[in-house]
Structure formats: structure tokens, C-alpha cells
């Protein structure tokens, strides 16, 4: 059972960068995803959120306009799309199933990946 993140690596600012959260050993639709990004020394940001259909999504204001989650159950893999990207938005991302939708608390998730790296940098 694992939960595996790629797709990261370094672009200069305004670049874009596809992330993946591919999972094997479990079924990817029955559970909510969360794409968490995380920067040593500071907290735990949540980054955006979708449900098990897909139907609804949720994003940090800060991400807002510029990245998309997306889902794809066939092939067991949530996206996150990142556009416009800004220095700030380097971090260890990370991707977390679990059956609550868009919880903060990490507890809730029953699945948790190992991150990949974006650096956003000219």
C-alpha cells in the first residue's frame, strides 16, 4: 500500500510544474485528497483539497487562480496542476488520502506520500 508524489523539480518563476499522487496496493476514489506543501522550520500548509467524485474542490487563497487539482480514478492518480509559480511557493508537496474532505488535521488521512520537492527559483 503507498501513496507516491512526483513531479517535482526546479522552474524559474512563472513557470509551470505538474505534480502526481499515484497510488498501488489501494483504491485512489474511495477518498478525499489533499495536497499538503510543507517548508523546514515553518508550518503545514494545506494547498488544496478534492472530494472522492471529484465534485468539489477547495484551494489556499494563496494558490487560488493558479493551481488546479484534478483526479483521474481510472488511473488511481490526483494532479495538481501549478501555474504562475512564485518563489514562495517552494516547499515539499505532499498528497494524503483519507475519508474526511479537506481536513487540516493529519490524523484524518489514512494514506500519506512521500513528498516531492518544487523549487521555484531564477
Known amino acids: 500500500v503507498q501513496l507516491q508524489a512526483s513531479g517535482g523539480g526546479l522552474v524559474q518563476p512563472g513557470g509551470s510544474l505538474r505534480l502526481s499522487c499515484a497510488a498501488s496496493g489501494f483504491t485512489l476514489d474511495d477518498y478525499a485528497i489533499t495536497w499538503f506543501r510543507q517548508v523546514p522550520g515553518k508550518k503545514r500548509e494545506g494547498v488544496a483539497c478534492i472530494s472522492k467524485s471529484g465534485d468539489s474542490t477547495s484551494y489556499r487563497g494563496s494558490v487560488k487562480g493558479r493551481f488546479t487539482i484534478s483526479r483521474d480514478n481510472a488511473k488511481n492518480t490526483v494532479y495538481l496542476q501549478m501555474s504562475n509559480l512564485k518563489p514562495e511557493d517552494t516547499a515539499v508537496y505532499y498528497c494524503?488520502?483519507?475519508?474526511?474532505?479537506?481536513?487540516?488535521?493529519?490524523?484524518?488521512?489514512?494514506?500519506r506520500g512521500q513528498g516531492t520537492q518544487v523549487t521555484v527559483s531564477s
Open positions: 494524503a488520502a483519507g475519508v474526511r474532505y479537506c481536513s487540516a488535521n493529519l490524523n484524518d488521512y489514512d494514506h
